[in-house]
Nanobody, 118 residues
Framework: QVQLMESGGGLVQAGGSLRLSCAAS????????MDWYRQAPGKQREWVAT???????TYAESVKGRFTIARDNAKNTLYLQMNSLKPADTAVYYC????????????WGQGTQVTVSA
């Protein structure tokens, strides 16, 4: 079983920055893709960004140019650097990972709240 734990959320003013982290633990042989999603109140969960094991990144249009996804494979840790934050970025942010442990897995973290005030 692979567990993901996010950290780094909080309250920030519009235009500010936050850095989220997500640490994976458990029986991990390899992690393929790692992703960030977010869910705002009353809305469906939406994809934010993905990074492959080789470092290829893709972003939702709404965050492109402002957010940067990165990973440290040695530490099995995922990051999301969020700059120029907007009130519309307010949401619970979740990390997701897929890979191989004792068997194929895809796991979700418990989420971390990001609140951006106007």
């Amino acid at each position: 079983q692979v567990q993901l734990m996010e950290s780094g959320g909080g309250l920030v003013q519009a235009g500010g920055s936050l850095r989220l982290s997500c640490a994976a633990s458990g029986s991990i042989f390899s992690i393929n893709t790692m992703d960030w999603y977010r869910q705002a109140p009353g809305k469906q969960r939406e994809w934010v960004a993905t990074i492959t094991s080789g470092g290829t990144t893709t972003y939702a249009e709404s965050v492109k140019g402002r957010f940067t996804i990165a990973r440290d494979n040695a530490k099995n840790t995922l990051y999301l650097q969020m700059n120029s934050l907007k009130p519309a970025d307010t949401a619970v942010y979740y990390c997701h990972a897929a890979g191989l442990g004792r068997s194929y897995f895809h796991s979700w973290g418990q989420g971390t709240q990001v609140t951006v005030s106007a």
